[in-house]
């Protein structure tokens, strides 16, 4: 289970690195003023996975950002939502698949391991199969659910 806001760290990483591209006074707390140039910067990033922005899905228009030309029609900022939305699924279908097989293709088999108590609190007592012992010495400890490999399930645990 994860247990980290990486997402969240990678966004403020992002905003720290464009205050200080801007010239941002951390130091005398006038950072403040820059945020909503930001803020519309992240807001109409082209999403790598959906390749659109995500004004576009949503809304289905483009936001108009502080440096372009007032439009004088609104046609041309309306968008095809159901293409957009067609086309994003497909992109995000595709990149999953990607990203699923660069997984698979790193994982690793997990080592094998009986339980043999169940203890209060997720947390199970363990040990070595037979067979799947990686020393002399037979593994036996304390683990909770967490650590261990859900997607790996022995259907018929008397064999043990």
Same mark, same amino acid.
């Given at each position: 289970?994860?247990?980290?806001?990486?997402?969240?760290?990678?966004?403020n990483?992002?905003?720290?690195?464009?205050l200080?591209?801007?010239? *941002?006074?951390?130091d005398n707390?006038?950072?403040?003023? =820059?945020?909503?140039?930001?803020?519309?910067?992240?807001?109409?990033?082209? $999403?790598?996975?959906?390749a /659109?922005?995500?004004?576009?899905?949503?809304?289905?228009y483009?936001?108009?950002? $502080?440096s372009?030309?007032? *439009?004088?029609? =609104?046609?041309e900022n309306?968008?095809?939502?159901? *293409?957009l939305?067609e086309?994003?699924?497909?992109?995000i279908?595709?990149?999953?698949?990607?990203?699923?097989?660069?997984?698979?293709s790193?994982?690793? !088999? *997990?080592?094998?391991?009986?339980?043999t108590?169940?203890?209060?609190k997720?947390?199970?007592?363990?040990?070595?199969?037979?067979?799947? !012992?990686?020393s002399?010495k037979?593994?036996?400890g304390?683990?909770? /659910?967490?650590?261990m490999?859900?997607?790996?399930r022995?259907? $018929? =645990?008397? !064999?043990?």
């Open positions: 289970m994860p247990r980290s806001n990486g997402q969240v760290e990678r966004y990483r992002t905003i720290l690195e464009a200080r591209s801007m010239g *941002a006074d951390i707390n006038k950072w403040d003023q =820059h945020t909503t140039n930001i803020q519309q910067g992240i807001n109409s990033t082209i $999403n790598k996975t959906s /659109a922005i995500p004004s576009e899905v949503f809304f289905g483009r936001i108009r950002m $502080n372009d030309k007032i *439009a004088d029609e =609104h046609e309306v968008i095809d939502v159901t *293409a939305r086309k994003v699924d497909e992109n279908k595709r990149d999953a698949e990607r990203q699923k097989n660069s997984f698979d790193k994982r690793k !088999e *997990a080592p094998g391991y009986n339980v108590e169940v203890l209060g997720d947390r199970y007592k363990i040990s070595d199969m037979r067979g799947s !012992e990686r002399s037979v593994y036996n304390t683990t909770c /659910a967490e650590n490999k859900s997607w790996i022995i259907e $018929n =645990h008397s !064999e043990m």
